[in-house]
């Protein structure tokens, strides 16, 4: 049930014969991160235990490439950072092989080529990590679930609380909102040119204030570095 709505805050409230739930998501203006808290309060006389868990369902969708696509080529679907890199969750893998593995500062996320839905869950936590394909359902499905309970004494209150990345892929953003969330960015297999393209790129668009400039000046910078190199070549020829 909504309770009340602000600008930027919504609360929601949950009530069983045991437990009060209060879930309170907060938009921060300036950033793409959404924070979720909860307030659990126990109801009854004896001590409570909560297990928190996070899960993302997303349909399987399988696209045909295409050369008048670019889209087409790029992965769409879940992927898990275990704290140093991430692992794409491929349905046909999952079929064969669930993932199941434990990590203490990883997150998850399903990618397109454009965006990212990232859940980030409390730093310093130890998570078990779950990814699986559904095939009757067609649905594939990443989940975390902390290695942690939190508890409630009778009558009190315990509080938790995680993060939701909701947008488009823009390096600064995602690395306000997660150390290590940047490398959502898929770059493929040409990553070691495309990191330093990039970043050229970025670096022009600030002082530019144009993308299509900051293209046409970064094309410049790589004609005057490889100069030379192309001289050379020109008149080996």
Do not use: C
């Not at 959404?34 to 109801?43: A, D, R």
């Not at 080529?113 to 990232?118: E, G, L």
């Not at 078990?128 to 359902?137: F, G, V």
């Amino acid at each position: 049930t909504l309770i009340s709505k602000g600008r930027n805050k919504l609360t929601f409230i949950w009530e069983s014969d045991t437990t009060r739930t209060t879930k309170t998501l907060t938009l921060n203006p300036n950033s793409y991160l959404v924070n979720i808290s909860f307030s659990l309060e126990n109801m009854t006389d004896e001590q409570v235990s909560y297990i928190p868990y996070y899960q993302l369902v997303k349909d399987n969708v399988e696209f045909e490439r295409s050369m008048f696509d670019v889209e087409s080529y790029s992965f769409d679907g879940g992927i898990i950072f275990d704290g140093d890199s991430y692992e794409k969750q491929y349905a046909d893998d999952l079929i064969d092989a669930p993932y199941k593995k434990t990590h203490t500062n990883g997150w998850f996320a399903n990618i397109r080529h454009h965006f990212v839905v990232a859940v980030l869950p409390p730093t310093g936590v130890e998570h078990r990590y779950e990814s699986e394909h559904d095939e009757a359902a067609n649905l594939n499905k990443v989940t975390a679930i902390s290695n942690s309970s939190i508890t409630a004494g009778p009558r009190q209150r315990a509080e938790t609380g995680f993060g939701i990345f909701v947008g488009p892929k823009l390096q600064d953003e995602l690395t306000k909102a997660r150390d290590g969330l940047e490398v959502s960015v898929d770059y493929g297999r040409l990553s070691f040119l495309a990191k330093p393209m990039f970043w050229a790129l970025n670096k022009s668009h600030t002082f530019l204030g144009n993308w299509g400039l900051a293209i046409i000046f970064v094309t410049l910078m790589i004609k005057v570095i490889f100069y030379r190199l192309q001289e050379s070549s020109s008149r080996s020829m």
